[in-house]
């Protein structure tokens, strides 16, 4: 009911930045926190930012002060500026929104992009 297409992944230098972008379609009262995880090879999937329906932040410590998470509700849209890349953040990137009741907004599942690769070269 709820469709996350990701963009603007690709290949970067260290030290260079790049925009993701998620657009939310469907039911869009059906989520609310939307965040984007990443799954390096060989590594397990990983929150890297995660933002609220009110604007509320949190992210990896890995990622702090380098990569910053927004949304734009009238768009439905979430974006990840990341800045300063590392190859070490290397990984298929993926939005995330939580499933929530339309009626008590309680979480009750989740939804997930198809996931946008970015690889940092050094």
């Known amino acids: 009911q709820v469709q996350l297409v990701e ?3 690709g290949l970067v230098q260290a030290g ?3 925009r993701l972008s998620c657009v939310a379609s469907g039911n869009i009262y059906s ?3 939307m965040g984007w995880y990443r ?3 060989g590594k397990q999937r990983e929150l ?3 933002i609220t329906s009110g604007g509320s932040t949190n992210y990896a410590d890995s990622v702090k002060g380098r990569f910053t998470i927004s949304r734009d509700n009238a768009k439905n849209t979430v974006y990840l500026q990341m800045n300063s890349l590392k190859p070490e953040d ?8 939580d ?3 339309v009626l008590t907004r309680r ?4 939804y997930w992009g198809q996931g946008t690769q970015v690889t940092v070269s050094s």
């Open 90 to 97: 290397t990984a298929v990137y993926y939005c995330h929104a």
């Open 39 to 41: 799954q390096a090879a």
């Open 16 to 18: 260079g930045s790049l």
């Open 48 to 50: 890297v930012a995660a």
């Open 99 to 101: 499933g929530v009741s």
């Open 7 to 9: 963009s603007g992944g």
């Open 107 to 110: 979480k009750i599942g989740d």
């Open 31 to 33: 989520i609310d926190a």
